[in-house]
């Protein structure tokens, strides 16, 4: 079994930064692609930013030169730089990744539990 744990959420001030971790644990034989998504208050869940395993990077419009993806594959760790928030950034972030397991295989689409974030004007 694996699983995602998400942190670094929190309340802040419009302009300021926050940085999100996300650690993969569990039975992990290798982390193909991970990423990072959101969910605005009443809104769909929405892309934010990939990352493969060789650390190319895909970015939502609405985040490009404002956001930075990055990951420490030794420690099956991703990472989110949030630079210039705004209010329409605050939403639920999620963590995803496809992940090849040693006793259940190939699992394409695995989620944290979500962590808030929350830009105050």
């Known amino acids: 079994q694996v699983q995602l744990v998400e942190s670094g959420g929190g309340l802040v001030q419009a302009g300021g930064s926050l940085r999100l971790s996300c650690v993969a644990s569990?039975?992990?034989?290798?982390?193909?692609?991970m990423g990072w998504y959101r969910q605005p208050p009443g809104k769909q869940r929405e892309l934010v930013a990939t990352?493969?395993?060789?650390?190319?990077?895909n970015y939502a419009d609405s985040v490009k030169g404002q956001f930075t993806i990055s990951r420490d594959n030794a420690k099956n760790m991703v990472y989110l730089q949030m630079n210039n928030l705004k209010p329409e950034d605050t939403a639920v972030y999620y963590c995803?990744?496809?992940?090849?397991?040693?006793?259940?295989?190939?699992?394409?689409?695995?989620w944290g539990q979500g962590t808030q974030v929350t830009v105050s004007s």
């Open positions: 995803n990744a496809d992940i090849v397991t040693r006793w259940s295989g190939r699992l394409r689409d695995v």
């Open positions: 569990g039975s992990i034989v290798r982390i193909n692609t």
């Open positions: 990352i493969t395993s060789d650390s190319s990077t």
